[in-house]
């Protein structure tokens, strides 16, 4: 696992802080946060969910887990800590589905309630579909699963690039027709200003032409 943030526990920065810069990460969908209490050999490991939830926890000496290892956890007041980012690893011992919103729990320490049934959340309807035996997948965290497809067509047409669409708005679709019809004005004018030029430097062979046309008496 890769360290994100590491520090102390201290009166300064109380454990209620390290919450929640562990619920505000955005860059880890399931950061773990490890942490040892100075004063004693207790020690172990709280997961996360993106959203601000706690999924689960664990005490590395007794192996509890749940929300009686996250309580005895949360009590530490002078210790260490880090937060890790699980990469792909699945961490199934400190994930029970538990769903508790950290908003909700921070107010209450030190003196966290005995049973958590306040606390619990409905999982988000992102991971509804992830969840197997009440386990979110902790790898996969608020990732939308990719429905399977079984047509091979759909799939070609799934994998053919977006087409490029022009919207009735773009430059390449405007048309003006009030400057078309002043270009065609334009070219009439001169046309016609060219054929009166002609009259008049060639009048003298157009009467010509005209007058042998003309059948002689």
């Given at each position: 696992?890769?360290?994100?943030?590491?520090g102390?526990i201290?009166?300064?920065?109380?454990?209620?802080?390290?919450l929640?810069t562990?619920?505000e990460?955005k860059?880890?969908?399931t950061?773990?946060?490890?942490?040892?209490?100075?004063?004693?050999?207790?020690?172990?490991?709280?997961a996360?969910?993106?959203?601000?939830?706690?999924?689960?926890?664990?005490v590395?000496?007794?192996?509890?887990?749940?929300?009686?290892?996250?309580?005895?956890?949360?009590?530490?007041?002078?210790?260490n800590?880090a937060?890790?980012?699980?990469?792909?690893?699945?961490?199934?011992?400190?994930?029970?589905?538990?769903?508790?919103?950290?908003?909700?729990?921070?107010?209450?320490?030190?003196?966290?309630?005995?049973?958590?049934e306040?606390?619990?959340?409905?999982?988000?309807?992102?991971v509804?579909?992830?969840?197997k035996?009440?386990?979110?997948?902790?790898?996969g965290g608020?990732v939308?699963?990719?429905?399977?497809?079984?047509?091979?067509?759909?799939?070609?047409?799934?994998?053919l690039?977006?087409l490029a669409t022009v919207t009735?708005?773009?430059?390449?679709?405007?048309?003006?027709?009030?400057?078309?019809?002043?270009v065609r004005?334009?070219?009439?004018?001169?046309?016609?200003?060219?054929a009166?030029l002609?009259?008049?430097?060639?009048?003298?062979?157009?009467?010509s032409?005209?007058?042998?046309?003309?059948?002689?008496?």
């Amino acid at each position: 696992m890769d360290v994100i943030i590491e520090g102390k526990i201290t009166k300064e920065e109380g454990i209620d802080e390290v919450l929640r810069t562990c619920a505000e990460i955005k860059s880890v969908k399931t950061p773990i946060l490890r942490i040892n209490d100075n004063g004693s050999e207790l020690q172990g490991q709280i997961a996360f969910s993106q959203g601000g939830y706690i999924i689960g926890g664990k005490v590395n000496q007794t192996g509890e887990v749940g929300y009686n290892a996250i309580r005895r956890l949360l009590t530490i007041a002078d210790g260490n800590y880090a937060i890790l980012d699980p990469l792909r690893k699945h961490i199934t011992d400190v994930n029970q589905s538990l769903w508790i919103k950290v908003d909700k729990l921070v107010p209450l320490l030190p003196n966290l309630p005995e049973n958590p049934e306040g606390l619990l959340d409905k999982p988000p309807e992102v991971v509804h579909t992830s969840l197997k035996s009440n386990q979110v997948d902790i790898g996969g965290g608020f990732v939308t699963p990719t429905p399977a497809v079984t047509d091979t067509s759909a799939q070609d047409e799934i994998a053919l690039p977006p087409l490029a669409t022009v919207t009735p708005k773009a430059k390449s679709r405007k048309f003006n027709l009030g400057t078309w019809r002043l270009v065609r004005a334009g070219f009439v004018i001169i046309a016609g200003f060219t054929a009166v030029l002609g009259g008049f430097i060639y009048h003298s062979e157009i009467i010509s032409f005209v007058t042998g046309l003309l059948p002689h008496q």
